[in-house]
């Protein structure tokens, strides 16, 4: 019986009076199964030998057990030989007599472990040698890691190793749509424990986990990859219909390039381009565009220009993009501007402009085009005979040359340019197949050539002859004529098209425009708006001296040979590094010329290691940078492009960019050599607006001043300076636009012109007035856009004239056409210096009423300046009026707790605007 009474089986054996005893019980034949090593738990009684009397030689209390492994599972004869003894056992208790009256049983369990057994099976024996011992049970077992799930991958029932310090490597199977990773692991430990997890699975595309299982994406879900990720919603313009999708299919019209993730919206071509407009010289077409009002939400757009000539009869049209010259090419352009050369005579040629993105060719709806036809009526240029020099004097040097002998033609002029030997080259025209060029200096070598110039544009140049001139006399330098033309006109997908003809040199062109009907009273009555802009002359020659876009050179060194010089390199002397550019260092250094004093010259250069592009980008800015002379715009000298490094030489100007200059010398200048300063850049500007040259990134970084104060406006460069000036951003259409500086048309839609570098140029002024403060400070450019189209301005600066600061209104306003132009800005500066009382900060000088917004509280006020949180300072201060604010100064401004220089200046500066502000309103007749 039990502890509980209950009657259980015993091997029981009690010969403790008998000496030697040897008895012996034996197990069945038991199978091993996957067991490396077994465990014998062994439950019994034992009598204590002291708690029998007469026993003390023959009583034992402890027994052995035995083991005995075969393959075969019969029974045989029991041969106690063969076995292997395990351990001898002993009780941790054993029982009295006097338990056996009280029934107490004093059970014992004792644990072995055998292995590592090889066999199929095995037998268990136990020896008795005399004990008095009752075997209540025997539980043979094994260990093993049980069948598991772990990182979505199953792991089978695994044995652990004899040799415990070991663990048993397993991999798992991934579970149904799961996919491995890494590989999924688990060890095994001897005690049947799982341990170090390693690897997983993921689940399938089309499968999520939910729950340690992979389940199907629900209808409107997706799921593209493998991945320990959730099934998403559909991309815009896209949707799955049933369980488990890895793509969502594109709604009608829409489309998916062979390119595109799955994880992309759908998508659909672009509108047509849009505000189609034309730039015309005499050989050469530019068009420009914008872009289309709908990208199909896409950001791979291009444009495909394609061309039809036609002849007289509608259908005689037939494709001219391979006759004709595009720059940069026809198709796949980037840029929304292409520039066309190499016209045919008597043609009609149409322009037709389509956008593209990625999935313009998947879709199958008609595509929508911006068109314009050109007609050119005349032929094509003829080239000038050998030309020769008829007579030289010291000033003069008469030349004559061969007409063309294509006589058809009508030949307008021939346009000769010469240049002094190792100069910069001018220009000059006559109808007649001859010339005297004089103003040249007395024994000088001069080069010479000619070419034509007819109604279908210019000849090639003649080969280079060089004349000298003879003896003494002044030098006098002339200039260069040549004309070009701009148009522009909105277009848009409408239905009306829209006629208009200008004539530039006899080369004719129709302009046709598809515009939306809404537009066409417009066009009618603004068609002068299709006019060429009215040509202003400058220097001693008729005719406009004009920019020629370095880019619209089919090979971009005729552009550098036409607008530079080469130097030799030995003329050059570097002598310390003054910068960075992006090309490569900047440095300064002294260039000599033979007959002339030594100069000092910066010194670009073109790092090792270019590209082809790299060489062409960095040398435009000379090509533009060539084609100026005007004292405020920087000089270039030369270029060295034959031999390297590659560098471009300019005038060296003392001081360094005019920001910096302005920042070290805080306070330091009177208003008038300030405004000397300003009028400077003004007339660096008006020279570059009348030679059609926008400059786009006029700011004071980059003006240069020499030790006379005297500015100089520099880097050139076309669009692409911006790609090097740390303050461009890209604005959310794409371009790299340096917000604080640029006109709203400009960040918006990229309407660049010389009223967009008014408004930089006020800009500039207020660098200027305020000794290189940032331009709204630390606003973020998003904050600036929207405050300067919700209407907020400058305010002038500490210390600024109200002219000036009305001024910078002036070229603020949102209206370009409003925004003065650059000659009217040198006309009014030049009248404040005259008249140095103008500049007193007194309100009520000439130029337009200040139109500021009135603040009615210290809290509005401090919130339009982002100053709020000084608002507790002037409160406690007892500033709680406008008026009493007005009267502060920076001293005041300390004393209440503004800490931050910054904020000093910009609160003093803005008191300041409010102080004029309710001084006008007094004046006006208001109270505040
Ligand atoms: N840094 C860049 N160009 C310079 C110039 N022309 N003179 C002085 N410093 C310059």
């Given at each position: ?6 009657p ?11 000496p ?7 197990s ?9 090593k ?7 009684t ?5 708690s ?8 034992k ?8 492994e075969?393959d ?12 292997t003894k ?10 009295t007599?006097?338990?056996l009256g009280d ?7 004792e644990?072995?472990?055998?292995g ?5 099976g ?10 008095c ?24 029932d ?36 799982w ?22 994406c ?26 488990g ?22 998508t659909?071509?672009p ?6 407009m ?14 289309p009002?709908?990208?199909?939400g ?6 495909n ?5 036609c002849g007289?009869?509608p ?6 993009e391979e006759e ?9 352009l ?8 190499d ?11 389509e ?12 595509r ?20 020769k020099?008829d ?21 307008l ?21 001859s ?10 070598w ?25 003896g ?13 033309g ?10 009306v098209l829209?006629?208009v003809?200008a ?5 004719t062109?129709l ?31 008729p ?24 130097i030799d ?14 090309f ?7 260039l000599?010329?033979?007959g ?15 590209v ?12 533009i ?21 590659v ?7 003392e ?8 920042r ?9 050599q ?6 400077g ?23 240069l001043?020499n ?8 880097d ?10 740390p ?25 660049f012109s ?18 290189g ?26 210390g ?11 070229c ?37 009423e ?17 100053m ?32 931050l ?14 102080r ?8 006006k007749?208001f109270?505040?």
């Amino acid at each position: 019986m039990d502890e509980h009474n209950r009657p259980i089986h015993t091997f029981q054996v009690c010969n403790v009076m008998e000496p030697n005893q040897n008895n012996w019980l034996r197990s069945n034949w038991i199978s091993r199964q996957a067991a490396q090593k077994i465990y014998v738990e062994l439950r019994f009684t034992l009598r204590d030998c002291n708690s029998i009397p007469w026993v003390s030689g023959t009583c034992k209390e402890t027994f052995n057990l035995f083991y005995h492994e075969t393959d075969e599972a019969h029974s045989v004869k029991f041969k106690p030989q063969q076995y292997t003894k395990i351990d001898t056992i002993a009780a941790d208790e054993s029982f009295t007599q006097m338990d056996l009256g009280d029934r107490i049983l004093k059970l014992n369990t004792e644990v072995r472990e055998v292995g590592p057994m090889t066999r199929k099976g095995f037998y268990l024996a136990f020896q008795d040698i005399g004990a008095c011992i009752a075997l209540v049970s025997v539980r043979i077992y094994y260990k093993k890691c049980p069948f598991t799930l772990r990182n979505l991958a199953s792991f089978p029932d695994t044995v652990p190793r004899v040799d415990s310090s070991s663990l048993v490597e397993v991999r798992g199977a991934c579970i149904d749509h799961a996919e491995e990773r890494d590989t999924p692991k688990l060890f095994c430990g001897a005690d049947g424990d799982w341990l170090v997890p390693l690897g997983r699975c993921v689940c399938s595309i089309a499968y999520e986990e939910i729950d340690g299982s992979c389940t199907a994406c629900h209808p409107g879900f997706y799921k593209a990859y493998a991945g320990n990720i959730r099934c998403s919603k559909c991309p815009p313009h896209s949707f799955s219909y049933g369980e488990g999708a890895a793509i969502c299919h594109c709604e009608t019209g829409f489309f998916r390039a062979e390119s595109d993730p799955p994880t992309m919206a759908c998508t659909r071509p672009p509108s047509p381009p849009r505000n189609l407009m034309f730039n015309l010289n005499d050989t050469c077409l530019m068009l420009e565009w914008s872009h289309p009002s709908d990208t199909g939400g896409r950001r791979d757009l291009t444009y495909n220009v394609q061309c039809k000539r036609c002849g007289p009869e509608p259908d005689q049209c037939q494709f001219c993009e391979e006759e004709l010259r595009f720059l940069p090419r026809p198709l796949g352009l980037t840029d929304a501007t292409v520039t066309i050369m190499d016209f045919s005579a008597h043609a009609n040629y149409t322009f037709e402009i389509e956008s593209l993105n990625g999935v313009s060719d998947i879709s199958s709806f008609p595509r929508q085009v911006a068109i314009i036809t050109v007609s050119t009526d005349q032929g094509g240029p003829s080239l000038v005979g050998s030309l020769k020099k008829d007579w030289a004097s010291p000033n003069s040097i008469a030349l004559s040359w061969q007409q063309p002998e294509q006589t058809t033609m009508l030949i307008l002029d021939y346009e000769i340019k010469y240049y002094e030997k190792q100069l910069s080259y001018s220009s000059t025209r006559t109808k007649a197949p001859s010339v005297i060029i004089s103003g040249l200096k007395p024994a000088t070598w001069y080069v010479f050539c000619v070419r034509t110039r007819s109604p279908a544009g210019y000849s090639s140049y003649t080969p280079k002859y060089e004349y000298k001139t003879t003896g003494d006399c002044k030098y006098l330098r002339p200039s260069t004529a040549l004309v070009t033309g701009l148009g522009y006109i909105s277009s848009d997908q409408g239905q009306v098209l829209v006629i208009v003809t200008a004539a530039v040199g006899g080369f004719t062109l129709l302009v046709l425009l598809i515009v939306p009907s809404s537009l066409v009273k417009i066009l009618k009555t603004h068609s002068q708006c299709l006019c060429f802009f009215p040509s202003v002359p400058t220097g001693p020659f008729p005719g406009i001296k004009t920019y020629v876009d370095p880019d619209t050179y089919e090979d971009p060194t005729q552009a550098i040979h036409e607008f530079t010089k080469e130097i030799d390199p030995s003329r050059i002397r570097i002598e310390r590094v003054i910068g960075a550019g992006e090309f490569g260092e900047v440095c300064s250094g002294r260039l000599r010329t033979p007959g002339k004093k030594e100069i000092a010259v910066a010194i670009k250069t073109l790092k090792g290691g270019y590209v082809e592009r790299q060489r062409r980008d960095f040398l435009r800015e000379a090509s533009i940078m060539g084609q100026f002379d005007h004292p405020n715009i920087i000089r270039l000298e030369g270029v060295v492009t034959k031999s390297k490094p590659v560098m471009i030489v300019v005038e060296y100007v003392e001081n360094g960019s005019l920001d910096s200059f302005l920042r070290q010398h805080d306070g330091h200048f009177t208003v008038i050599q300030l405004v000397g300063m300003l009028r400077g850049i003004a007339s660096g500007m008006k020279y570059l607006s009348d030679m059609g040259y926008v400059h786009r990134d006029l700011a004071a970084r980059n003006i240069l001043v020499n030790s006379n104060l005297v500015c100089k406006v520099s880097d050139f460069g076309l669009s692409r300076v911006l790609e090097d000036d740390p303050e461009a951003a890209y604005t959310t259409t794409g371009g790299k636009i340096p917000i604080r500086w640029t006109a709203p048309e400009a960040i918006s839609y990229r309407k660049f012109s010389s009223a967009s570098d008014a408004w930089s140029y006020g800009i500039v002024m207020w660098e200027v007035m305020s000794y290189g403060e940032r331009p709204y400070w630390e606003m973020s450019n998003q904050d600036v856009i929207l405050s300067i189209e919700e209407g907020y301005r400058l305010p002038a600066p500490m210390g600024c004239p109200v002219a000036l600061h009305q001024l910078m209104l002036h070229c603020w306003q949102k209206e370009r056409s409003h925004r003065p132009k650059f000659t009217d800005v040198v006309t009014f500066l030049d009248k404040l210096i005259r008249n140095p009382s103008s500049l007193l900060c007194s309100p009520g000088s000439p130029g337009e009423e200040m139109d500021y917004p009135m603040f009615i509280s210290i809290g509005d006020w401090l919130d339009s300046i982002k100053m709020t949180q000084y608002k507790s300072n002037f409160m406690a201060a007892g500033y709680n009026t406008l008026d009493s604010v007005a009267r502060m100064n920076i001293e005041d401004v300390r004393r209440i707790g503004v800490e931050l220089i910054g904020h000093q200046r910009r609160i003093t500066s803005s008191v300041q605007t409010l102080r004029l502000q309710l001084l006008h309103e007094q004046e006006k007749g208001f109270h505040v």
